[in-house]
Nanobody, 122 residues
Framework: QVQLVESGGGLVQAGGSLRLSCAAS????????MGWFHQAPGKEREFVAA????????YYADSVKGRFTISRDNAKNTVYLQMNSLKPEDTAVYYC???????????????WGKGTLVTVSS
């Protein structure tokens, strides 16, 4: 069992920055991947970024490359999503996820947080 709790969402102006955090508890994450997905109203949940807990290898959706950075703090069992140059289209609920392997398909991830809302004003 892995439990995930997101934090850091809020309201920010276009062009601004925000950092999301996801604190994990439960099983060791040494063999897990962690990721971020977002879901806007009326749209499907979409892959944003992922990181291998052990190696630190990262993966990004094309829409966020160069703007978002995923990172981890092993000691704190926490993964972060640094979001820069935010756009109104980034507005969504952001979810943290964990699984044994990385996929861009949300249904293949086993564990999920409850989400944190990010609103980017124009």
């Amino acid at each position: 069992q892995v439990q995930l709790v997101e934090s850091g969402g809020g309201l920010v102006q276009a062009g601004g920055s925000l950092r999301l955090s996801c604190a994990a508890s439960g099983r060791t994450l040494s063999s897990y991947a962690m990721g971020w997905f977002h879901q806007a109203p009326g749209k499907e949940r979409e892959f944003v970024a992922a990181i291998s807990w052990s190696s630190g290898r990262t993966y990004y959706a094309d829409s966020v490359k160069g703007r978002f950075t995923i990172s981890r703090d092993n000691a704190k069992n926490t993964v972060y999503l640094q979001m820069n140059s935010l756009k109104p289209e980034d507005t969504a609920v952001y979810y943290c996820a964990a699984d044994r392997s990385i996929s861009i398909v949300s249904r293949l991830w086993a564990y999920w947080g409850k989400g944190t809302l990010v609103t980017v004003s124009s």
